[in-house]
């Protein structure tokens, strides 16, 4: 709730204070570094700490940030590059909260309700979403940008607190592999300085390796770099393209925004309640359907039909995601998967920052919805190529179910 909140008074408090296409598509930037790098430089820690408490940590921060822009508002000082300031910091935070968040869940459910326990929690989280894109519009338009920022601070530090009540459970034995951490720890004691910075370093670079070795992991980060490269003007100009194309208000970002959400409900209720076997194949697909659904920003302005093909994205932003945490939570082991969650959102997002550099300017000089479409195309293009071209594991999506047959 508190994120959604976060991006719609952020956003438009932005384009009230004199921000543009040029604006939103920085602050887009300048959100994806942390989310690119700090996470491989986190996880080494992540695999030794309380996870619930490094979330709360971030959330923690995370309320903090949103009141000093309310602050700087009402002492009259509100630069734009304050914006983008800000919006680094709380996306270094999340670059922490998420691989915690994805190392978390396999601790606390058995390793068979793996995949239900994601997809019920993409259903859970979009009925909260919904509520924050709701109130976040209600807000916006009844009060101000600036008052909505002051509640999301307040929405962040009760999140946090909820985290510290967290107890993970041990579901399952101690295994070698967590004998044999304990032992390394104990060693890693008796390092010098130098010797400790070196062995960190090993260890950030070590997702890289572990990811590489997870052919179907690997292939889906792969793809995810060029369906996050395609998103790309979708993700930092929709609040532009409400504005200058659909002629609407925070509202109607919120409604648009909302049904992204109602589409990534049912998408999370639907594999609730069914068993994937071919994980690489579903998350091609999905990449498929949301590469159609972009096109058509390009040839249709009904606000009906944008809101039909925001669902279908939203649809896909959980079969797209919901393959990928199973799989890291099901073939990855536990003191691993903080690593080769954080390399391969490296991977995944290593294109983003120039994707985020450009649509500013070309969707002032061709529009805002031909450079959505041209993103959608590209989607479609690379998928084609991947499913093709990139080897996969046959084995791992039955290895993700306890399964011994092959996908």
């Known amino acids: ?5 976060a991006s719609i008074s952020f956003v438009w408090l932005l384009l009230e204070s004199g921000g543009g296409a040029v604006a939103t598509s920085i602050l887009f930037f300048v959100t994806l570094i942390p989310e690119m790098l700090l996470g491989l430089f986190v996880s080494p820690l992540l695999a030794r700490g309380r996870l619930n408490v490094w979330m709360f940590g971030s959330d923690a921060v995370r309320a903090l940030i949103m009141l000093v822009i309310p602050l700087c508002y009402y002492y009259d000082f509100l630069p734009i590059w304050l914006f983008f300031v800000a919006g680094f910091i709380q996306s270094a935070c999340g670059s922490v909260y998420n691989p915690a968040s994805v190392a978390l869940l396999p601790r606390l459910v058995e390793r068979s309700h793996v995949q239900k326990a994601n997809a019920f929690m ?4 979009q009925v909260v979403f919904l509520v924050g894109l709701a109130g976040a519009g209600v807000l916006v338009n ?10 999301t601070s307040g929405v962040f530090l009760i999140s946090g607190l909820l985290l510290l009540f967290l107890r993970p459970n041990k579901v399952e034995a101690p295994t070698p592999t967590e004998s044999v951490e304990q032992i390394e720890q104990e060693e890693e004691e008796k390092l010098t300085f130098s010797e400790k910075i070196k062995s960190y370093w090993k260890e950030v670079l070590s997702g890289f390796t ?6 179907t992991i690997f292939a889906i980060n792969v793809y995810a770099t060029f369906l996050n490269f395609g998103m ?9 393209y ?6 609407g208000d925070a509202g109607t970002l919120s409604l648009l925004r909302g049904s992204l959400m109602v589409g990534a409900l049912l998408m999370g209720i639907v594999l609730s309640k069914l068993k994937i076997k071919r994980y690489f194949a579903l998350f091609i697909f999905a990449g498929l359907c949301q590469g159609l659904a972009l096109t058509v920003f390009e040839f249709s302005s ?3 039909v944008i809101v039909l093909c925001c669902a279908i994205i939203g649809m896909v932003e959980t079969a797209v995601n919901v393959p990928e945490m199973v799989l890291i939570q099901t ?3 536990p003191n691993e998967q903080p690593a080769i969650y954080a390399a391969g959102t490296a991977l995944a997002t290593s294109c983003l920052p120039i994707a985020a550099l450009i649509v500013g300017p070309l969707a002032e000089a061709y529009g805002v919805g031909t450079i959505i479409a041209c993103g959608g195309v590209l989607i479609i293009g690379t998928g084609i190529l991947v499913r093709l071209f990139l080897p996969v594991d046959k084995t791992t999506a039955a290895d993700a179910n306890g399964q011994s047959t092959s996908s």
């Not at 409400?242 to 002629?247: D, F, P, S």
């Open 1 to 5: 709730m508190a994120d959604n909140f």
């Open 122 to 125: 993409a259903s859970a989280n």
């Open 142 to 151: 009844w009060l101000s940008s600036v008052t909505t920022m002051v509640v």
């Open 210 to 215: 572990i990811l590489r070795k997870h052919k």
């Open 232 to 240: 790309a003007p979708f993700l930092a100009l929709l609040a532009v």
């Open 242 to 247: 409400v504005t200058e194309e659909l002629q």
């Open 302 to 304: 009904l606000i009906w």
């Open 331 to 333: 073939t990855v082991p």
